[in-house]
């Protein structure tokens, strides 16, 4: 009798094991899909989840942030460092919605998250219980896909789905909401993870249509004035290599969104800058001069066009995306390639003739010398008293050698790095693009130094977006990573006070900030830090940052009130160009 019932207990064990709680299924399921690392924060409705964790420490990371909204932006820096999606875990209603800007900012710049949200018992779904809030409807707007979770048998499927849908085609955040219940009561089947390789309703194309390409590369061969707009779908896919072999064999000028940013070389001959509101001269003009416009993993987003009605009418345009929704938007392709941009240029390489285009891109030099003179001149060489932000960038790119992974916020200060760091390594540009999310840089500069510890991150942050998210300092300092973080200080809402005086008389409008003492805080979170306000101590102040094995924040009190130039005026056309 006491060999059977040992049998017994031995079997029950075994069965046991095969099957597992909701929360032990999501565990196992990311262990399958090969995460390693987790930006999340506990919370009642997720608590089975974190409970499971404890038992998976070994070969899940987890990092506690200090707000939802930090999970998200950290996970987004981790997923642009990696091209692979990040996976944050969040509990409900005001966790969850607290994730909601850094899933609508992954939507619009096509990054890859995987959400893993907390929700009430299935029981209490739809009865407005304790932090219940309706995700799926808040979410549905700003997410690739979602999916609220029942029943725990589904937990392994559905986050296999997840994952697939968030990283190919067009990337972009998936959500899943699991209920509380879903997450503690066990599987009635056996655990059993596949990873998604197809969905019928969704096969999003990579391989472009031949004949697609050969009318692309008709017109581009036979083009006088041909002129391409590199996105950041060329960093998604991988294409660097591709876009130089194009630009080398065809001898076509190149410009960059602010996404597509790194995907050149600053220095590469025929690379002109960058094209939107404050983007170069030339590379703004003279998209209404090229006969032929090349657009490639970009969705000629407004802050790059201005006024459709006058963008490039005089060219034809070859557009490569690979998602259809966005061809044919807002600017209508003579040559519409569908597919992945590595793909597409792979294949469209063969097929395009040797050219040089030296005059056309003469052109280009006749407008940079001009900016040159009337704006660069001004920003980096010591024109007035204050340190002017454009000075401190360039030399920050001088020292870091145009290297360094640089993480930007939203404001003036995004536009002043992006003109002035030259940016020498692919895949080092980490900014909020199409939301513009002012408390971005912060965590994202965290994130992607967690998926790149080999790599110096610098994020560059104005005074305004610092104080959203400045209590990401205690993850940062918890971690110990060194993340160089600097602030440009000028005491002002920038980018805003611009526009108020420039469009509406330097009527002020509760733009002007009474800061805090930045360095103080940092000391509060254990990271050391000064502030320079000297223009001869700034090169000793960046390389006491740069040469910190330690977090290290430097503050750099900058002129007060200094514009941005070039500058095309919202919704004017891009030969509309203000220099001053």
Not at 336 to 341: F, H, I, R, S, T
Not at 391 to 408: L, R, Y
Not at 476 to 491: R, T
Request: charge should be negative.
């Amino acid at each position: 009798m006491g060999q059977t019932q040992t049998q017994t207990a031995d079997s029950n064990q075994a069965d046991q094991k095969k099957f597992l709680t909701g929360a032990q299924a999501i565990m196992e399921s990311l262990v399958a899909q090969g995460v390693t690392t987790i930006f999340g924060y506990p919370g009642g409705a997720i608590m089975p989840t974190y409970d499971a964790l404890f038992d998976y420490q070994d070969r899940l990371k987890h990092i506690l942030v200090r707000h939802e909204q930090g999970a998200g932006h950290a996970a987004q820096g981790y997923a642009r460092m990696l091209n692979k999606a990040g996976v944050c875990m969040v509990t409900s209603g005001p966790g969850a919605t607290n994730l909601i800007t850094p899933i609508a900012d992954a939507m619009l710049d096509s990054t890859p998250l995987v959400c893993l949200v907390g929700q009430v018992k299935g029981n209490l779904l739809g009865t407005d219980a304790f932090q219940e809030c309706d995700l799926m409807g808040i979410s549905m707007p700003v997410t690739k896909w979602n999916y609220q979770v029942v029943d725990p048998n589904e937990i392994p499927e559905i986050i296999s789905k997840a994952f697939y849908i968030a990283e190919t085609g067009r990337p972009g955040p998936v959500l899943i909401d699991i209920t509380r219940t879903a997450q503690s009561e066990m599987m009635t089947e056996p655990f059993k993870y596949t990873p998604c390789t197809s969905i019928i309703s969704y096969k999003p194309r990579i391989e472009p249509k031949r004949e697609h390409l050969e009318a692309a590369a008709k017109l581009i061969n036979g083009a006088k004035k041909p002129y391409i707009l590199a996105g950041h779908g060329i960093i998604i896919s991988g294409a660097e290599k591709e876009l130089n072999e194009l630009v080398d064999k065809a001898g076509i000028p190149v410009a960059t969104t602010l996404l597509g940013m790194s995907s050149m070389d600053a220095d590469h001959p025929m690379y002109v800058g960058w094209p939107g509101m404050h983007g170069n001269y030339g590379a703004n003009v003279l998209t209404n001069s090229c006969d032929v416009l090349i657009a490639i993993g970009m969705r000629f987003d407004d802050r790059i066009t201005g006024d459709l009605s006058t963008y490039a009418k005089q060219a034809k345009v070859v557009h490569i995306e690979i998602d259809p929704a966005e061809v044919d938007k807002n600017v209508k392709a003579d040559a519409p390639v569908v597919g992945d941009a590595k793909a597409a240029l792979r294949a469209l390489l063969p097929l395009i003739k040797p050219a040089e285009h030296l005059a056309w891109r003469a052109e280009f030099d006749a407008y940079d010398k001009e900016e040159y003179t009337k704006i660069t001149l001004k920003d980096v060489f010591h024109d007035g008293d204050q340190i002017k932000m454009g000075e401190a960038i360039a030399m920050m790119s001088d020292k870091t050698k145009g290297e360094a992974v640089i993480v930007t916020d939203v404001g003036q200060h995004q536009m002043v790095t992006n003109r002035y760091y030259r940016f020498k390594k692919q895949n080092s540009v980490v900014t909020s693009g199409g939301a513009g999310t002012m408390g971005f840089a912060l965590p994202a500069a965290f994130g992607a130094k967690v998926a790149v510890p080999e790599r110096e991150v610098v994020a560059v942050i104005g005074d305004g977006g610092f104080q959203m998210t400045l209590q990401e300092l205690g993850t940062i300092a918890q971690s110990k990573l060194p993340v160089k973080i600097i602030i440009l200080n000028n005491n002002f809402l920038g980018m805003v006070r611009q526009w108020q005086e420039l469009f509406h008389a330097r009527r002020y409008s509760f733009v002007e900030l009474e800061n805090p003492d930045f360095i103080m805080i940092a000391k509060g979170f254990g990271i050391p830090g000064h502030t320079v306000s000297d223009r001869s101590l700034l090169s000793e102040s960046l390389d006491t940052l740069l040469n910190s094995e330690t977090p290290y924040l430097l503050e750099i009190v900058c002129e007060k009130e200094g514009n941005v130039f070039p500058m095309v005026p919202a919704g004017s056309t891009v030969t509309n160009v203000r220099l001053e």
